[in-house]
């Protein structure tokens, strides 16, 4: 079954992005699934956690209202297409991977396609073939049905914590104010994680 949000909402969401491509689709269904599973919480009731900084990222935020700022949008730096997502109300959650034969076997010329074309080494014919592939993969992630786009894993554990309001600490060295929990302790002073490198720094 292909993507049941909106044309409008999908417009608005690549607008929103900027573009249009493929990793844009993968957050667009995931999105969609989030909201169909969760029972279209409220922006304050979802949260999202991904393990991805691509472009769905961008899509997540705008369809299911989760933002970095609100402290629902939670980023993991595992560079993994998955995704998981909490009803702060129910304790529901699930966590999604992209199916690898979502991809129908387009990767391994893609990758290669678009190595050439960012190095400049991409003939004409390869050029082309490449927007062919990236308009075969967001339309076919787009069609999909859910149950094929991912894999899909219950969880028990809950939603992560609300954020919390910490205290700020002046970092001894460059003088400049820092969350509580971000803060190191080094030769009896607090600095911020930057400074502390600096000092810390073996070599």
Known sequence: MSCQISEERINATIAFHGHSCPGLSIGIRAAELALQKLGNPSASEIVAVVETDMCGVDAIQFLTGATMGKGNLIHRDYGKMAFSFFHRGTGNGFRAVLNPKARHEMDEEMAELTKKSTSGAATDAEAKRLVELRSAAQ???MTL???????????????????????????????????????????????CIPCFGKVEQKV
């Not at 609300?162 to 700020?168: F, G, M, N, Q, V």
């Open 139 to 141: 339309n076919r992630f």
């Open 145 to 191: 049905p859910l149950t094929e786009m991912f894999v899909v894993t219950e969880l028990r554990q809950g939603a992560p914590r609300p954020a919390r309001i910490l205290e700020s600490l002046t970092c001894e060295h460059c003088g400049e104010k820092t969350m509580e929990s971000r803060t190191r302790r080094f030769a009896g002073q607090t600095f």
